[in-house]
């Protein structure tokens, strides 16, 4: 399952993500204002804008499965020199890229392995604790922050363009 | 799997959610304003506010739950009506007893079971889809729209108030 929830559902999710930034290019076009003024935005002065918000959104969801399946140096390398929106969509298409070429298989042993990060000295947590407590609640958490920047700042999203399509069945 | 990303996470996301409330009560005090006018904050004047956003993370978590295991009718039912936070406090307390009442043998079958709410008009996503696409992006999507929320109003919120504490193994 953690296949499922990571290497497909961040894929989702990034994608609703770039939908909801070309809704941001939408709204300041129409309001004639430079998107970039969107872009730098953030909810406090301490906390960091839209623009950083998708790049963590994308490295925890590129690192968040290069860790679990023991991928890291494969991972591409990125380093946050984004200053535009069609580069931040790089960005973002270059992460999905990443995630799409990784297969189901390599998954194998994901839950149990031991990931650990260079800020934890050492310790680390079991490749299932580290998908449910860490990386899957900072990729919704990032990608909900840069939503709710553009939410405040009027851009017309909602639920919808979070979520995305879901696979009903009848 | 199900059990742990649902029953276990939500909780510990919702005690998470607790304990910035009640960051949010002391700045209110510290800085001598009423902690309602935070409790009626919102981001943009169409958005929801911060009870709001509680209620529906703990329905989110409570339902969630419940539809995973076929429960719903024995869920705790909630009328919205909070207004105050230790009110807002007990509707989280209330929905941690709920998902602790849960067993993980109740979680069998979950992946396959088809979950459906009214307003799908019928249709249906299987238990794993459910939970992936559904009931985990809405309850952490709740739970940081109200970090983000008081995080613009000044409360001395970090990430790891909303991620909780990390269970590292040396």
């Known amino acids: 399952m953690l296949y499922a ?3 497909v559902q961040f894929q989702k999710m990034l994608k609703n993500l770039a939908a909801i930034l070309d809704k941001a290019a939408v709204h300041a076009e ?3 204002f430079d998107v970039a003024v969107l872009l730098n935005a953030r909810l406090a002065p301490d906390q ?3 623009i950083r918000q998708v790049q963590i959104a994308c490295d925890s969801a590129k690192l968040g499965v290069a860790r679990l399946i023991g991928d890291v140096e494969n991972a591409p390398k990125h380093d946050d020199s984004e200053t535009t929106l069609p580069q931040l969509q790089q960005r973002i298409t270059e992460t999905l890229a990443y995630l799409a070429s990784v297969s189901e298989a390599q998954f194998e042993g994901a839950a149990e392995r ?3 990060q260079p800020r934890w000295e050492g310790k680390y947590l079991s490749g299932s604790e580290f ?3 860490h990386a899957i609640p900072n990729v919704y ?4 922050t840069a939503y709710a920047i553009l ?5 017309d999203v909602g639920k919808k363009d979070y979520l995305g399509p879901l696979p ?3």
């Open 151 to 155: 939410r405040h700042n009027g851009v």
């Open 5 to 7: 929830l990571t290497q």
């Open 114 to 116: 031991h990931i650990s």
């Open 30 to 32: 129409a309001k004639k």
């Open 131 to 133: 998908a449910i407590e």
């Open 48 to 50: 960091f804008p839209l």
């Open 168 to 170: 009903y069945k009848l």
């Open 141 to 144: 958490f990032h990608i909900t």
